[in-house]
């Protein structure tokens, strides 16, 4: 019999197994119970993934969790999620969260812990801890795998590098500029 | 110009807000902030909904969150998610959590603080606090309005009622059992 | 070149074979021609299924169908199919037929042969034949797999078992009946 | 509260209506009972459909049915259906179905009463009663308004008239033979 | 680690390659460079398609486009893409361009070079060079491969052939007629 | 009857103009057969788009386009479009054309006139015009809006703006430099 549930024999794209050997292994998962270490980035924050990475039982299903803690000034930085939308919930801490909407419109709010706050499809968002304690959200996405791009890091430290001038173009900063910033982002 | 953010105006379906009215407020909500009381309900668990009904920019944006506390001994009873599947990290405490598959297959666990589980679309599902505490755990959903129907309240206190020989040959029980059942589900 | 139809190999989830060894017979099939034996189940009602596992041209189109049929008093008992919208079409007989909402409003109506109903994504909706005649309909489905869970046997006939204390609490019945209901539906 | 059931206002598109005004009428249909009238058409056939024109409640499903009525030797001519597979069930007498492949290879099967035939998305298809009995069948569509095009019809009735050099080149008919089946196909 | 790129294999349907071993081969085309020959099709047109056949990373991305040239008075004739809605920017020439409603009413343009049209899912439609000089397009199309079905060669030169009383029904000619233009369509 | 042409009212979101007040004067667009002037720009590129903010007949077909002009040495800046795939052909000129992966890898290649490349959904992508004489492309989007994001003009000239310590943390850089970048970009 053809299985309802999709599980990833992680080979070949993702096809299915057959019923009788899911189980419950396939769709928990205990990897964001703990916190991120926060002294691991430059940035002040660390996100986990709980996606189809780690649940096999989400393949095909649409939907995934990550954790993010941060440090007090630790900041998530600008990112995108290209296949999803996101919402995210405070476990502890206060946190200034926003997008900017593609009319260039920034919204913003800080927000504690129990609130929610919906980052729209593919937009650019951050979050900050703006309190003196660590800080923690969990968010959700509708996909399974939701595709993130830090910004800055995929602009001045991706491999083959962007060419120098469309970083200078865009930015507006001279080759100095552009190789201080991929220096600091990625220390040789 | 025309808004890519489609926050419900809550008139005529769902239409779109133009972009210089849309407010963060449109995108947060407080209201899983604090525990539901699991006291107001029989089964000894209460969920609390932050939907497209609660956050206005959800509007087409496919995703939304629960938050569901858990007296101990606390059950959330056997339900389905019409439009979604649901995802579950355990705030506190510890649940054992479960789904039946079409093949009548029960994949179940027992999960703690931190810990995560995924219950495939439409799939009949349920908790229960197995502990001697509260427990609490955040859902999301790949739905703006999930659409919950817990199966035991569906079938017994539906109005108009559900035809009491469908249920009497159903579940294989006279009608003496399914006036008790309905009697203790829809007091009068 | 590649195949516009995605006829399934039946390996490793659903490939698609080369449009040259696709043949009429994955797009067609016979299964509904006969009625289903209605002796064969407690309820008076049996199910035939056109589904992409009968019909290997179904794959990745969308849609299926089935076949119920009903002594006179049978019923099809309360069900969900967690993947599809269902519209039924009364072959011959009457059928009381009916479905929940989300708001626990039961939308029914008694139906005869060449009538159609609707049956919305994912809702709990169950028919009987109110007549003294056989009863036949056909569904169809827009998912090539349904998934269909009949809730009583989901929740009582579940194996492993659904944990007692959860079906007690849901139906608000002592642990003798949950026995009782579990021998009817599932006999030693 | 927003309602679950989309049922269409029929003001501005298709907006939905509230939950406490819905009723079975909007998700029922009694007008494929009878059998349509062969004698209308020059093809020996008659369709009638079953969509969310005729069932307000569909909206936003994703599902429609229709019923074809074949005198003997009648044509349901080559169409498509530009939105929707669908999947035909023969409910008396005998036809031979069949679509045409991107790959222009015909799938064709002579399918009786109790039989179903599957056509693709969007591929050419057609069916014709090869018995001397009158025939019919039950299509559904995965779509809640398929979107027929009859091709003949299409090309050589369309008003504006698509222009006849168009036709005479696609064809390789000379202006006469294009206005002979103008003639026949739409008689002043 | 799962790549987020789902390059076909082009094994078994379509898998997804590592991104490790992903290229700009992958996602580039250079075939529609040079304008096709429309001198070897009866109808004064060639199209030229740039799809997951041709681009493996197209795969899953729902894109795909095309180049059509035209002799002076060169016509493409009535056809559907039964995957897709096609939108066309004239490169070079005057076209006068078409599609036929499912009401059956046509919508046609006369466009030059740098005017774009949409022709919409599934619908019949054409172009013709009403100029005297050469003519080119590039259309794109919301499919990775959007499925094209020439409708008088579907029609007259499928394999194995429509049946022969189907076409005289549908364009109401004889079987003298039907075969003129088969001969002429698909000379032996 | 009810139209199979979602053309926008503009009025209440995007709802549906009746059939028989559509005109071809909805599904074409003149407004791309000029070059932009990309004099009128820092990074001397210039887009113009053909969306649905243009061609209202577009409404619900998904599918769109876009013209970007190039001076020599103009860039298109990294961007992202958060609701669609592209895929663009070179009218004139050479282009650097590239996107990074969630893998921080450029995946970039030299194209000329006539050749295709693809932007997957959501990746940050750019080109620039590394030829001496102006280029110009002609970019597909399998969305009617596809949402564009030009990231450094986001994340430093957005209103209000982006607190300045996410931008320090994020680049690394001092907020002289923040400061330097924005005045650059939004020069006051």
Redesign the interface.
């Known amino acids: 019999?053809?299985?309802?549930?999709?599980v990833s024999?992680r080979?070949?794209?993702?096809?299915?197994k057959p019923?009788a050997t899911?189980?419950?292994a396939d769709?928990?998962?205990?990897g964001?119970?703990?916190a991120g270490d926060t002294n691991s980035t430059?940035?002040?924050s660390k996100a986990s993934a709980?996606t189809?990475?780690k649940?096999p039982?989400?393949n095909t299903?649409?939907?995934?969790?990550a954790r993010v803690d941060y440090a007090p000034?630790g900041?998530n930085?600008?990112h995108?999620?290209?296949?999803a939308?996101?919402?995210a919930?405070v476990?502890e801490g206060t946190l200034?969260v926003?997008?900017?909407?593609?009319?260039?419109?920034?919204?913003?709010?800080t927000?504690?812990?129990?609130?929610?706050?919906?980052f729209?499809?593919?937009?650019?968002h951050?979050q900050?801890n703006t309190g003196t304690t660590p800080a923690a959200a969990?968010a959700?996405?509708?996909s399974q795998?939701p595709?993130?791009?830090?910004?800055?890091?995929?602009?001045?430290?991706?491999?083959?590098?962007?060419?120098e001038?469309?970083?200078e173009?865009?930015?507006?900063?001279g080759s100095n500029?552009v190789d201080?910033?991929k220096d600091?982002?990625h220390p040789k």
Do not use: W
Not at 1 to 6: E, G, H, P, Q, V
Not at 61 to 65: A, E, K, N, R, V
Not at 98 to 109: D, E, M, V, Y
Not at 120 to 124: A, D, E, I, S, Y
């Open positions: 019999m053809i299985t309802s549930l999709c024999l080979v070949n794209g993702f096809a299915c019923t899911v189980s419950e769709f928990s998962y205990a964001l119970a703990t430059v940035v002040g709980a189809v990475e649940i039982g989400l299903l649409g939907i995934s969790m000034g900041v930085p600008p995108t999620h290209s296949r939308t996101g919402i919930f476990l200034e926003g997008f900017i909407t593609t009319a260039n419109k920034l919204i913003s709010k927000i504690s812990a129990g609130e929610v706050f919906v729209p499809r593919g937009l650019v951050f900050r969990l959700a996405f509708n795998l595709g993130t791009q830090s910004l800055a890091l995929t602009l001045f430290t991706a491999s083959p590098a962007v060419p001038d469309v970083l173009k865009a930015f507006q900063i500029e201080k910033i600091r982002l």
